[in-house]
């Protein structure tokens, strides 16, 4: 079990490392890919919706091949979608087929997050799981300073770039293959089970209604707050704070590296405090320095407020451990998933919201009113469970069975 723990642990990094890369490789080609399509701002918004569209539809998806055929196959199937359709991007001839290859390439991105979370939960102890998770979940600002850094190289060529992106997927699809095992919970789970299909009308029933409400709810604000500041932070450093593509590349990754050490930090606060209660806290800590960041002109105090700001965002690390402990084995990546997932899908309409609002009020308005949207998910998540401890302890009984709802509820 401790080497299978250990496998688990750096395959999924490995794995979301490059979901973050293709999410986040979008945001610092926009301005090039703009140019080269002739595409207003309205248009290069909506690229990053087709993507959050389509990692809403994972939501539904995702869960249900990994909680009814295994966690092992709907991590390659969903390493494989987004890989695949990330390359096809280098030969796209419009817009609208732009659209729909992100769209596709959105519904494997999504699916990655429900099972690398539902993994860590299987195989780590309850006592590790916060930190782990969450370094795992800090591979996406890793990815994201990747991304910063082989957009440097590439850019203005951004079809070569999501060519060579979307084939290095091979790598983590082979470690998966080769090294993963099925995860023992969900193979003891699902031979007690023979035959029952989990879906999402399971995790809407009514005893987990309320808890899937509210995180979805949850997540749904706080990554409207935050796909709507990351999407448009490049255009914002570029065009607000006129910096060159040189220094936003290095400004972009101080907010990943701020990010990468608010994981981890946080998600080793988490197993001593809590993960709901440090949930709360970032996403406090986020609301109140993202208006102080918006409103920095001096060019060095902006570029040391991105990490302390980046820092902050490591709730996205914790939902995955939180959320996952929330649900039984049987329906852990179907309900997790959907929670965020979903909350993925509602904040496809941030980017373009954003855009919309830069017209009126600038982007530094709209990072304001994105701080808005974190508060929100602050006050939303103190209507959650304050111990997610643990809802294995149900896995016997039916899905439907009421007893689900009140052995895990604190």
Known sequence: MRRTRWIVLGGCFLAYLFDALEIVLLSMALPSIRTDMSLTITQGGLLATATLVGIGVSSVLGGYIADNFGRKKALLASLATFGAFT??????????????LRFLAGIGLGAVWSVVSAYVVETWPEQHRGRAAAFVISAFPAGGAMAATISGWFLPDWR??????????????????IFFAESASWAAEKAEGAGEVVSVRDVLGSSL?????????????????????MTWLPTYLTTERGLASTSVALFVTMVNVGMFLGYNGFGFLADHIGRHRTIVITLVGVALTLPIYALTTQETALLWMGPLFGAFTAFFGLFGSYLGELYPTRARATGAGFCFNVGRGVSALAPFALAGLAAGIGFQGGLIVCAGFFGLAAVVALLLPRSSTTADAVVSPPLSDPRDGAAATV
Not at 87 to 100: D, K
Not at 209 to 216: D, E, M, N, S
């Open 209 to 229: 209604r309320r808890r899937t409400l509210l995180g979805t709810a949850m997540a749904a604000l706080a990554l409207f707050g935050y796909w709507g500041a």
């Open 160 to 177: 070569l770039m999501f060519l060579v992106a979307g084939t290095a997927v091979v790598l983590p699809l082979a470690i998966v293959a």
């Open 87 to 100: 390359a096809a991007i280098a030969v796209v001839p419009s817009f609208e087929v732009f659209l729909l």
